[in-house]
């Protein structure tokens, strides 16, 4: 998550908005991404479940939707 952290940091820099999915909410409060959604999903699954487009659609409406935030650092969760 760090790493990811650090690249948004330097994208952001250059204009462009960046959001990440994380299921470490407790570690990305400290690297303070610009924007993030905390899912509530095992690692390796941060979508959710495995042949669920629906949930799955919906986990990046909600990603999609923290690209249009200026208030940064905004750390949200998903509202499933």
């Known amino acids: 998550m760090q ?4 690249a948004q940091e330097i994208i952001e820099a250059r204009g462009i908005p960046t959001a ?3 299921m470490l ?5 400290k ?3 610009p924007r993030a959604l905390a ?10 479940e495995a042949n669920n487009p629906e949930l799955q659609t919906e ?3 909600q990603l999609l939707a923290l ?11 998903f509202r499933g």
């Open 25 to 29: 909410a407790k570690i990305t409060e």
């Open 31 to 33: 690297i303070r991404p």
């Open 59 to 61: 986990v990046l409406r």
């Open 3 to 6: 790493t990811v952290g650090l």
């Open 67 to 77: 690209l249009e935030r200026d208030d940064v650092p905004v750390l949200e969760e």
């Open 20 to 22: 990440s999915i994380t």
């Open 39 to 48: 899912v509530p999903y095992p690692l390796g699954f941060p979508l959710g």
